[in-house]
Nanobody, 118 residues
């Protein structure tokens, strides 16, 4: 059974940090590119960051460049999102996604809430 379980969300003050984790099971994690998306109330889901399956190449939304870092640990089947210098506009539900384009496979987690507020 495929599972992606996000954790690490919560309430943090502006300027603070959080590290999100997404633990994967039920598929060959190392074959999949991993991404973090977020969706704020009333807004469309947007791509935050991606890390490739091979080479660990990363890509970020302009709004988070220099503040967020995506990484993966294939031995632990886990992808992380380190979020620093958080802003109120970072408030959203954060989701991880696993994708293997050549195989046409894609899996989503249930999300973890991040709220940035004083």
């Amino acid at each position: 059974q495929v599972q992606l379980v996000e954790s690490g969300g919560g309430l943090v003050q502006p300027g603070g940090s959080l590290r999100l984790s997404c633990a994967a099971s039920g598929f060959t994690f190392s074959n999949y590119a991993m991404s973090w998306y977020r969706q704020a109330p009333g807004k469309e889901r947007e791509l935050v960051a991606t890390i490739t399956a091979i080479g660990g190449l990363t890509n970020y939304a302009d709004s988070v460049k220099g503040r967020f870092t995506i990484s993966r640990d294939n031995a632990k089947n886990t992808v992380y999102l380190q979020m620093n210098s958080l802003k109120p506009e970072d408030t959203a539900m954060y989701y991880c996604k696993a994708s293997w384009n050549l195989a046409g496979r894609e899996y989503w987690g249930q999300g973890t809430q991040v709220t940035v507020s004083s």
